[in-house]
């Protein structure tokens, strides 16, 4: 079972003033739109993506497709039409048209310094057969998730914008802990002050 890569790029961006995803920022010496530097670190792991976007957003839309066609990728754009709802309805979207998939690993577009091993990891342990796996740093969960399809109805009943946050607690005890010391799997971009931490952290 090889897991389907999914990241949520459907956010409003209302604490950033403006969208965060085509905010160019220097991560390991290279300077990029935000999403694309999400999209460099995923596609180091999956063969093929799904990208969840809302579809009054053509510039992030014209942006990943340019992306991919640079870098020669694979990636697939779903248009999460109740996006502007919440998290919830954009995960929704993602396990619908995946509905197939053996399981998923879900992450969010605006966190780039996902450790490579992390992600690896999170695939390694769903074809093991964790039902839910996920890094912690400092006894705190972060991202992404990966879920199997055993959680498949849930995902796509999810609403609002809590995401998968009641699941992830109601199964608390069925998740299968990656710990790590890498702060990039709870850093993500908010607000233009966060632009300063992620390029700290990403420094090579």
């Known amino acids: 079972?090889?897991?389907?890569?999914?990241?949520?790029?459907?956010g409003q961006s209302s604490r950033f003033g403006a969208d965060k995803l085509l905010h160019e920022?220097?991560?390991a010496n290279k300077k990029q739109l935000l999403i694309q530097h999400t999209l460099q670190l995923w596609c180091s792991v999956f063969d093929e993506l799904y990208i969840v976007i809302r579809p009054d957003n053509p510039m992030l839309k014209d942006a990943i497709i340019s992306w991919s066609?640079?870098?020669?990728q694979k990636l697939?754009?779903?248009?999460?039409?109740?996006?502007?709802?919440g998290m919830?309805?954009?995960l929704k979207a993602a396990i619908t048209a995946?509905?197939?998939?053996?399981g998923w690993v879900i992450g969010l577009a605006d966190m780039p310094l996902i450790p490579h091993a992390v992600l690896q990891q999170i695939c390694l342990n769903l074809k093991q057969g964790a039902d839910i796996t996920a890094p912690y740093c400092d006894d705190q969960r972060g991202h992404p998730v990966g879920f199997k399809s055993v959680y498949k109805d849930e995902l796509m009943a999810l609403e609002?914008?809590?995401?998968?946050?009641?699941?992830?607690q109601r199964e608390a005890d069925k998740i299968h802990k990656i710990k790590t010391i890498e702060r990039g799997v709870l850093a993500d971009v908010d607000s233009i002050d966060d632009v300063t931490v992620i390029e700290r952290l990403g420094k090579v």
């Open 88 to 90: 919830g309805h954009s």
């Open 1 to 10: 079972m090889t897991p389907t890569g999914i990241i949520l790029s459907a």
């Open 25 to 27: 920022l220097t991560i």
């Open 160 to 168: 609002g914008d809590t995401g998968a946050k009641n699941l992830l």
């Open 69 to 72: 066609e640079q870098q020669y």
């Open 98 to 102: 995946t509905g197939g998939a053996g």
């Open 76 to 85: 697939n754009l779903i248009e999460a039409e109740q996006a502007i709802y």
